[in-house]
């Protein structure tokens, strides 16, 4: 687009220097016009014939064509319709073969797309290369376009294209001039540049030794810089007279008409048709039309003499003086629209070269043009939000403020509050006003202060329809007219589309930092490849998956540095990368995909990988986001285990087994076996040792059972300390044995301070017609039956084994309980109490301070002085002692006893707080003798204890407050002690 316009600037450069002689052509033109009217009375009396019109009436065939928006002069839009030389040259050809063209305007992509599809006939204005040979047919070219050389005026080394080799030539990037350059190897010493006036500037400055450009451009350029020292190199003509450029062979654009491949037949109208308008003067007219500033200065006066006679024809005077008139209107008009068109591009031009901090800056400028160009006092552009219907003033012309004498000067307003400079929004067209002094109703009239308006113009600047903007011109010395308002519009619409694209370019670069970001900075992989297979991009969670960092995989081939493979190697995985280059659709990869690292560790992976497209939905590449779900498919594996399983045995659960009773419960099975299971003495186990000790006992059941049972077998947790066994295809003496097997095997098991025993119940169902549920609940029945009788022994067994840890915890514990014993017996013995409760006594004596197999070593011997924490930890001694024994038969006649030796006559032991009487006597009996035992004999915290008397004084002197009165009494009194 930079370089269309500094070519059109170049085309307009020639204007004024040819001003006479397009008015000259002008009439030449116009005498030709009036010449054809006798031909066109000629041309109506024919067609007023009815066999005539008849004739000609015949239908014409409609080719499809289209133009870009804004190529001028070859293609440019006027009151929105496709306009310019290349226009009107296709529609003069076709109107000489008989065709019908329909126009339409869009953007180069689109139509030349259309074309190749077949949706357009033939496109007016396309420059012919190889390329583009492949897929349209050209007629010859009716228009080609040159470049020269230009080198300062003392410089005489280079006067030919050959003596361009070994010199520092400059050229623009991009342009034609750069690719003819590098096609003639002048690449050695080769600047290139970002503009012309850049380039022309560092000629003329002394630097480097020539620039390549087309010819307009570079005269266009040397004249508004204002060069003296820089010419286009010249050579003399063929008749040896005049100096020409000297133009450069393989540096020029061949302009033709183009047709879809194939069309062989509209090709050869076309070429036809251009033969015919070429000769008939039609192509002459058009150029003179649209290349005004191309035509030859030199005027052809015999030709002129020629039409100045047959002016003098009688018969056309008036018409002739009448057409001259209106041709000097016409030419004035038309000069002033060159002259606006010709400043209006430069505006353009130097909006799209400049750079600007603001939107606001940028209608700034556009602003103050719009006053040059116009030649207007004052000016102001305000923008207006359609969804508010505000306006705000963005620009304004200098010295309008201080002109503007208004006390209170606002800036923003709401439509409905504006007079008559908001018609052109509310009308939604231009308005303009040459007296401003006559009255108009839609005047809301001056606030004081304002700046007097003379003459005022209004436009509305729109964008998709919605008016974003309106701009006011004002105080101008003569009348506006409808090319201001052109010329305006043309600009304003040119200057925001030319915003609104730089906005979405920002935009689009912000989104595209923003996704580039998230892809980068995601928690999954990201790699992404280009339609050659090599990696472009991949994020810092793909380097580290794959082991390669980022610098080292770009440019790889993908699969170098993703190595997939499946899970199972008898099964290969399918690539997803390769299946969205082939298919263009997104992918899913397998759940079973195992990526290899560099290291050769190797991750699960889980996602997806997708094709990348641009807006016209070609695919540019794939991006492959995955995960690592090797961690997250252990847990899925563990979750679903657990699901089945009892987490502590390992065994099946519950719900499983009920499963498998079901699928089992058919007559292949039969006879079918359930085995009831229970653990004797695990809550007393428990108690004594911790759920530690306890959960070990369940643990070695389960590793008992897959000792015993056979591989069809399925043992699992039923809940708590029971077991179940499902037995398919097994009798009910194969189960006996089975069951003695595994009572056979707790025997030889080590379990540490518990005692594995289990109870066994079992029932077999034979045939169909026993349910299984029954069958279930016959081997619970015989199980607790079981149970009953062996459970006692089991705890009293267990009972034994916690004395003997705690004994072999703390020896002291062992010699203390003793002598607790034979003292309590002396004092039962005293009270006269019976053999029977004097055993009982006896048993509770041993047994009182059985709680404390759960108090730690360390705090019964501790030397110190016990923390009070420790000391709480020995006051849960009495209940733990009685839950052990109220979980034994054998021994719940004395857990009363064991629960309140701490017990104080006041009330103020531990750990019911119960005093006197409420106390049992078997516990008042244990408390003297404990304490008795605990003063006289040596202690972890004491080496020697209380002599007898002073002992006995410490029982007298707390007799009725901590001891039974009554009982201290009978201890001294039978001198027990």
Same mark, same amino acid.
């Given at each position: 687009?930079?370089?269309?316009?500094?070519?059109?600037?170049?085309?307009?450069?020639?204007?004024?220097?040819?001003?006479?002689?397009?008015?000259?052509?002008?009439?030449r033109?116009r005498?030709?016009?009036?010449?054809?009217?006798?031909?066109?009375?000629?041309?109506?009396?024919?067609?007023?014939n009815p066999l005539? #019109?008849?004739?000609?009436?015949?239908?014409?065939?409609v080719l499809?064509?289209?133009?870009?928006y804004?190529?001028?002069?070859?293609s440019?839009v006027?009151d929105?319709?496709?306009?310019?030389?290349?226009v009107?040259?296709?529609?003069?050809?076709?109107?000489?073969?008989g065709?019908?063209?329909e126009?339409?305007?869009?953007?180069?992509?689109?139509?030349?797309?259309?074309?190749e599809?077949?949706?357009?006939?033939?496109?007016p204005?396309?420059g012919?290369?190889?390329?583009? *040979?492949q897929?349209f047919?050209?007629?010859v070219?009716?228009?080609?376009?040159?470049?020269?050389?230009?080198?300062?005026?003392?410089?005489?080394?280079i006067?030919?294209?050959?003596?361009?080799?070994?010199?520092?030539?400059?050229?623009?990037?991009?342009?034609? #001039?750069?690719?003819?350059?590098?096609?003639?190897?002048f690449?050695d010493?080769?600047?290139?540049?970002?503009t012309? #006036?850049?380039?022309?500037?560092l000629?003329s400055?002394?630097?480097?030794?020539?620039v390549?450009?087309?010819s307009?451009?570079?005269q266009?350029?040397?004249?508004?810089?204002?060069?003296?020292n820089?010419?286009?190199?010249?050579?003399?003509?063929?008749?040896?007279?005049?100096?020409?450029?000297? !133009?450069?062979?393989?540096?020029?654009?061949k302009?033709?008409?183009a047709?879809?491949?194939?069309?062989?037949?509209l090709?050869?109208?076309?070429?036809?048709g251009l033969?015919?308008?070429s000769?008939n003067?039609?192509?002459? #007219?058009l150029?003179?039309?649209?290349?005004?500033f191309?035509?030859?200065?030199?005027p052809?006066?015999?030709q002129?003499a020629?039409y100045?006679l047959?002016?003098?024809?009688a018969?056309f005077?008036?018409?002739l003086?009448?057409s001259?008139?209106?041709?000097?209107?016409?030419?004035?008009?038309?000069?002033?629209k060159?002259?606006?068109?010709?400043?209006?591009?430069?505006?353009?031009?130097?909006?799209?070269?400049?750079?600007?901090?603001?939107?606001?800056?940028?209608?700034?400028y556009?602003?103050?043009e719009?006053?040059k160009?116009?030649?207007?006092e004052?000016?102001?552009?305000?923008?207006?939000?359609?969804?508010?219907?505000?306006?705000?003033?963005n620009?304004?012309?200098?010295g309008v403020?201080?002109?503007?004498l208004?006390?209170?000067k606002?800036?923003v307003?709401?439509?409905?509050?504006?007079?008559?400079?908001?018609?052109?929004?509310?009308?939604?067209?231009?308005?303009?006003?040459?007296?401003?002094s006559?009255?108009?109703?839609?005047?809301?009239?001056?606030p004081q202060?304002?700046?007097k308006?003379?003459?005022?113009?209004g436009?509305?600047?729109?964008? *998709?329809?919605?008016?974003?903007?309106?701009?006011?011109? +004002?105080?101008?010395?003569? *009348?506006?007219?409808?090319?201001?308002?052109?010329?305006?519009?043309?600009l304003?619409?040119?200057?925001?589309?030319?915003?609104e694209?730089?906005k979405y370019?920002?935009?689009?670069e912000?989104?595209?930092?923003?996704?580039l970001?998230t892809?980068?900075?995601?928690?999954?992989?990201?790699?992404?490849?280009?339609?050659?297979e090599?990696?472009?991009?991949?994020?810092?969670?793909?380097a580290?998956?794959?082991?390669?960092?980022?610098?080292?995989a770009?440019?790889?081939y993908y699969?170098?540095?993703?190595?997939?493979?499946?899970?199972?190697?008898?099964y290969?995985?399918?690539?997803?990368?390769s299946?969205?280059?082939?298919?263009?659709?997104p992918?899913e990869?397998s759940?079973?995909?195992?990526?290899?690292?560099?290291?050769?560790?190797?991750?699960?992976?889980?996602? !997806?990988?997708?094709p990348?497209?641009?807006q016209?939905?070609?695919?540019?590449?794939v991006?492959l986001v995955?995960?690592?779900?090797?961690?997250?498919?252990?847990?899925?594996?563990?979750?679903?285990?657990?699901?089945f399983?009892?987490?502590?045995?390992?065994?099946?659960?519950?719900?499983?087994f009920?499963a498998?009773?079901?699928?089992l419960?058919?007559?292949?099975?039969?006879?079918?076996t359930?085995?009831?299971?229970?653990?004797?003495?695990?809550?007393?186990?428990?108690?004594?040792?911790?759920?530690?000790?306890?959960?070990?006992?369940?643990?070695q059941?389960?590793t008992?059972f897959r000792?015993?049972?056979?591989?069809?077998?399925?043992?699992a947790?039923w809940?708590?300390d029971?077991f179940?066994?499902l037995?398919?295809?097994?009798?009910? *003496?194969?189960?006996?044995?089975i069951?003695?097997?595994?009572?056979?095997?707790?025997s030889?098991?080590?379990t540490?301070?518990?005692?594995?025993?289990?109870?066994?119940g079992?029932?077999t169902?034979?045939?169909?017609?026993?349910?299984?549920?029954?069958?279930?609940?016959?081997?619970?029945?015989y199980?607790?039956?079981?149970?009953m009788?062996?459970?006692?022994?089991?705890?009293?067994?267990t009972i034994k084994?916690?004395m003997?840890?705690?004994?072999?915890? !703390?020896?002291?514990?062992e010699?203390?309980?003793?002598r607790?014993?034979?003292?309590?017996?002396?004092?039962a013995t005293?009270l006269?109490? !019976?053999?029977?409760?004097?055993?009982?006594?006896?048993?509770l004596?041993?047994?009182?301070?059985i709680?404390?197999?759960?108090?730690?070593?360390?705090?019964l011997e501790?030397?110190?002085?016990?923390t009070?924490?420790e000391?709480?930890?020995?006051?849960?001694?009495?209940?733990?002692?009685?839950?052990?024994l109220?979980?034994?038969?054998?021994?719940?006649n004395i857990?009363?006893?064991?629960?309140?030796?701490?017990e104080?006559?006041?009330?103020?032991?531990?750990?019911?707080?119960?005093?006197?009487d409420?106390?049992?006597?078997?516990?008042?009996?244990?408390?003297?003798?404990?304490?008795?035992?605990?003063?006289?004999?040596?202690?972890p915290?004491?080496k020697?204890?209380?002599?007898?008397?002073?002992?006995?004084?410490?029982?007298?002197?707390?007799?009725?407050?901590?001891f039974?009165?009554?009982?201290v +009494?009978?201890?001294?009194?039978?001198?027990?002690?």
């Amino acid at each position: 687009m930079i370089n269309f316009y500094k070519t059109r600037l170049c085309f307009n450069v020639c204007y004024f220097t040819n001003f006479f002689w397009r008015l000259v052509m002008k009439v030449r033109i116009r005498i030709m016009m009036l010449l054809g009217l006798i031909g066109a009375v000629l041309c109506f009396y024919i067609t007023a014939n009815p066999l005539t #019109a008849h004739a000609m009436a015949a239908p014409k065939q409609v080719l499809k064509s289209a133009t870009e928006y804004d190529y001028p002069p070859f293609s440019v839009v006027t009151d929105g319709q496709a306009d310019g030389f290349s226009v009107e040259l296709l529609q003069a050809v076709a109107n000489e073969m008989g065709l019908t063209i329909e126009f339409k305007v869009d953007h180069w992509a689109t139509i030349k797309a259309e074309l190749e599809d077949g949706q357009l006939d033939v496109l007016p204005l396309v420059g012919y290369s190889a390329e583009r *040979d492949q897929y349209f047919d050209f007629t010859v070219p009716y228009i080609v376009m040159r470049g020269n050389i230009f080198v300062r005026q003392d410089d005489t080394k280079i006067t030919s294209e050959a003596d361009l080799y070994g010199k520092e030539i400059i050229v623009m990037k991009g342009d034609n #001039a750069q690719d003819y350059a590098e096609s003639m190897h002048f690449t050695d010493n080769l600047i290139l540049v970002d503009t012309y #006036a850049e380039a022309f500037s560092l000629l003329s400055s002394g630097s480097h030794d020539a620039v390549l450009a087309q010819s307009l451009v570079g005269q266009k350029l040397i004249n508004d810089l204002n060069i003296e020292n820089i010419e286009a190199v010249t050579r003399l003509s063929d008749d040896g007279v005049e100096r020409v450029k000297v !133009s450069l062979s393989g540096f020029e654009q061949k302009f033709c008409f183009a047709v879809k491949e194939g069309d062989k037949e509209l090709l050869a109208a076309l070429n036809e048709g251009l033969a015919i308008v070429s000769e008939n003067g039609t192509y002459e #007219a058009l150029y003179i039309k649209w290349f005004p500033f191309l035509v030859d200065p030199k005027p052809d006066y015999t030709q002129i003499a020629i039409y100045f006679l047959s002016a003098l024809v009688a018969v056309f005077v008036v018409l002739l003086l009448f057409s001259f008139i209106m041709i000097r209107k016409e030419v004035k008009r038309q000069t002033a629209k060159l002259e606006n068109n010709l400043f209006r591009n430069t505006i353009m031009f130097n909006v799209m070269n400049q750079d600007y901090s603001s939107v606001t800056d940028r209608l700034d400028y556009v602003l103050n043009e719009l006053i040059k160009m116009t030649g207007s006092e004052f000016g102001y552009i305000y923008l207006f939000d359609e969804a508010t219907n505000q306006l705000t003033l963005n620009s304004w012309s200098k010295g309008v403020m201080s002109a503007c004498l208004v006390a209170e000067k606002k800036t923003v307003y709401q439509l409905d509050s504006v007079g008559i400079w908001g018609e052109v929004i509310r009308q939604r067209k231009p308005l303009i006003i040459n007296d401003f002094s006559k009255p108009d109703p839609l005047k809301k009239g001056y606030p004081q202060g304002h700046v007097k308006l003379d003459k005022w113009m209004g436009v509305p600047v729109f964008a *998709d329809s919605h008016i974003v903007a309106t701009v006011g011109l +004002a105080n101008r010395p003569i *009348d506006y007219d409808e090319n201001d308002i052109y010329q305006v519009t043309a600009l304003m619409s040119g200057v925001w589309n030319m915003i609104e694209k730089s906005k979405y370019r920002d935009e689009l670069e912000i989104e595209k930092n923003k996704y580039l970001s998230t892809l980068v900075s995601i928690g999954d992989g990201v790699l992404v490849v280009d339609l050659n297979e090599r990696i472009e991009l991949i994020n810092k969670v793909c380097a580290e998956m794959t082991g390669w960092t980022e610098a080292e995989a770009k440019g790889m081939y993908y699969q170098e540095v993703l190595r997939l493979s499946h899970e199972d190697p008898n099964y290969e995985i399918i690539d997803p990368v390769s299946t969205v280059l082939k298919s263009g659709l997104p992918y899913e990869i397998s759940n079973h995909a195992i990526l290899t690292a560099r290291d050769g560790q190797c991750y699960l992976l889980e996602d !997806s990988a997708s094709p990348i497209n641009n807006q016209y939905h070609e695919m540019l590449g794939v991006v492959l986001v995955f995960r690592d779900v090797t961690q997250k498919r252990a847990q899925s594996r563990q979750i679903e285990y657990l699901s089945f399983h009892d987490a502590l045995t390992g065994l099946y659960n519950r719900r499983f087994f009920e499963a498998e009773m079901g699928r089992l419960d058919t007559p292949r099975n039969y006879p079918l076996t359930i085995i009831m299971a229970d653990l004797n003495g695990l809550k007393l186990t428990n108690d004594a040792f911790g759920h530690h000790h306890g959960d070990v006992l369940l643990k070695q059941t389960a590793t008992l059972f897959r000792t015993c049972l056979r591989a069809d077998d399925i043992a699992a947790r039923w809940g708590g300390d029971e077991f179940v066994i499902l037995m398919p295809q097994t009798t009910a *003496d194969e189960a006996q044995k089975i069951v003695d097997r595994m009572n056979q095997g707790c025997s030889q098991l080590e379990t540490g301070n518990g005692i594995l025993s289990i109870a066994f119940g079992w029932d077999t169902k034979t045939d169909h017609s026993m349910n299984l549920e029954a069958v279930f609940k016959n081997a619970e029945e015989y199980m607790y039956k079981r149970k009953m009788s062996e459970s006692q022994g089991v705890r009293g067994l267990t009972i034994k084994t916690i004395m003997n840890t705690l004994y072999e915890k !703390s020896p002291r514990e062992e010699s203390h309980s003793h002598r607790v014993k034979d003292l309590a017996v002396k004092i039962a013995t005293a009270l006269h109490f !019976s053999p029977h409760r004097i055993d009982d006594i006896a048993t509770l004596g041993l047994l009182h301070d059985i709680g404390k197999i759960i108090v730690s070593g360390d705090i019964l011997e501790k030397p110190q002085r016990l923390t009070e924490a420790e000391y709480n930890e020995i006051k849960k001694h009495p209940a733990i002692g009685y839950r052990m024994l109220t979980a034994t038969n054998e021994f719940a006649n004395i857990a009363k006893g064991v629960l309140s030796h701490h017990e104080r006559w006041d009330g103020t032991g531990y750990p019911s707080g119960i005093k006197g009487d409420d106390i049992p006597i078997e516990s008042r009996i244990i408390t003297i003798a404990d304490a008795y035992d605990a003063m006289t004999a040596s202690r972890p915290y004491r080496k020697n204890g209380l002599s007898v008397e002073k002992a006995k004084q410490v029982l007298i002197d707390c007799a009725g407050t901590q001891f039974d009165p009554h009982i201290v +009494a009978i201890l001294i009194k039978e001198e027990i002690i």
